[in-house]
């Protein structure tokens, strides 16, 4: 969430590590306390499941017809729709090792044949949003040093792509998203790419959301099945974007993207400083898109001209606004995990941000990832929902996946 200040500003930071507030923070005064797959238009034999991680490989297409064996899924004019799970007993602790015949998975009440299958060994690919807008130098370097270790957990043949926010330059300086590293495996350059982190005034949360969506995970995943997540260090309250939440989430649907969220708590110390005078040395306010945002969303009949200057409101009003945006970017948050198969932790400070990579890292470790190509080829646009379930197993098992997707539209 974007804040305008005059010396104080607002921590943010996109790794698709976000630890975004739209309000512009600064670190330092804290307490210490489905990209949707390209439609493959060619006619070709996908890799049969035969109950292990490891597939038949793909033959070329020709004039002749194929001969198919029994088991054999043939793909035509439609999309692999992947499908990330974490799967549990019931303590709560992860289950490795099963296999695709333990999982039965529907569309729309409709059995679907599992075509691609990821175990929880298979390599998998992230992206770190780090929301560094308004940061100080101290704050850049906990982040810095937070993502350097999450990168280091990573294992030999996973890849990273890093996307942080920056500030134009020019007259009328704006936030913007900068890709710094797209996926790669090199820890070297993933390394130089987290140090290249800067700062900016101002939160295109949103727009970065989408920017992994489109640019950092446009391709569709290669012959090595792998398990995709984005991974974001944020509080979740945008200031700047040119999107939405909706077309975000929309995006990452249809990518088959797992969403983690790290959730730094600036909120009490954004609510004391939106309090002060406008005139004050360590103010903060809130940015226009983002008081035209709550206007569209809480007050739609509202005169808008009522929201136009935020210097003008009384610290009452001021302070509900600030609460419904923060409890707004949490809801966000909450539901891009949930209906994706991935989690949120709460990171009270920056100095927690480690351990709660930590945290993250050991959940992505249990993914699994199947895929799957919908027996409904209807280009219509329309939601489909996904239910997985498991069997051959004894005793009681949790599964956690993302609950459907949108259909292409065309």
Not at 284 to 298: C, G, H
Request: a neutral charge; one cysteine or more; glycine letters at 6%.
């Amino acid at each position: 969430m974007r804040v305008e200040l005059k010396r104080y500003s607002l921590l943010s930071v996109t790794l698709l590590i976000v630890t975004g507030s739209g309000l512009l923070i600064d670190w330092k005064l804290l307490p210490r306390v489905d990209a949707q797959q390209r439609d493959n238009q060619q006619t070709q034999r996908p890799r049969r499941v035969t109950g292990t991680d490891q597939g038949d490989q793909k033959k070329p297409n020709n004039s002749s017809p194929e001969e198919l064996d029994e088991g054999d899924v043939v793909r035509v004019d439609t999309q692999l729709v992947s499908v990330p799970a974490v799967v549990t007993d019931g303590t709560g602790r992860p289950l490795s090792g099963l296999k695709a015949e333990n999982f039965q998975l529907m569309e729309d009440g409709q059995p679907q044949t599992i075509a691609n299958f990821g175990t929880t060994d298979a390599p998998f690919e992230i992206a770190l949003l780090l929301d560094t807008s308004g940061s100080t130098r101290e704050d850049v370097t906990l982040i810095r040093q937070a993502a350097n270790s999450f990168v280091s957990a990573l294992r030999t043949g996973d890849r990273v792509g890093v996307v942080a926010f920056n500030q134009s330059q020019g007259k009328d300086p704006i936030a913007t998203v900068d890709l710094l590293s797209p996926l790669t495996s090199d820890r070297s350059a993933l390394n130089k790419a987290i140090e290249d982190v800067g700062s900016s005034n101002g939160t295109p949360y949103y727009d970065a959301l989408e920017k992994v969506a489109d640019v950092i995970f446009r391709d569709p995943p290669t012959d090595q099945v792998r398990r995709r997540a984005v991974v974001a260090l944020t509080d979740g309250v945008d200031s700047a974007s040119n999107s939405d939440f909706a077309s975000a989430k929309l995006k990452l649907s249809r990518a088959g993207i797992a969403c983690y969220f790290i959730q730094v708590n600036t909120e009490d110390f954004v609510e004391d400083r939106l309090m002060k005078d406008c005139r004050d040395d360590g103010r903060l306010a809130l940015s226009q898109r983002q008081l035209q945002r709550y206007r569209e969303i809480f007050v739609p009949r509202a005169n808008a001209e009522d929201y136009a200057n935020f210097c003008q409101m009384g610290p009452f009003e001021r302070m509900s606004i600030s609460r419904e945006l923060y409890n707004l970017a949490r809801r966000e948050m909450n539901d891009l995990a949930k209906t994706s198969g991935g989690r949120t932790f709460d990171a009270t400070t920056l100095s927690d941000a480690r351990a709660a990579f930590s945290r993250v890292a050991a959940d992505i470790g249990t993914l699994y990832s199947l895929g799957y190509y919908p027996t409904n080829k209807a280009r219509d646009g329309k939601f489909r929902s996904i239910h997985l379930d498991i069997k051959g197993l004894k005793g009681k098992a949790e599964i956690r996946s993302r609950d459907g997707y949108y259909a292409p539209s065309r």
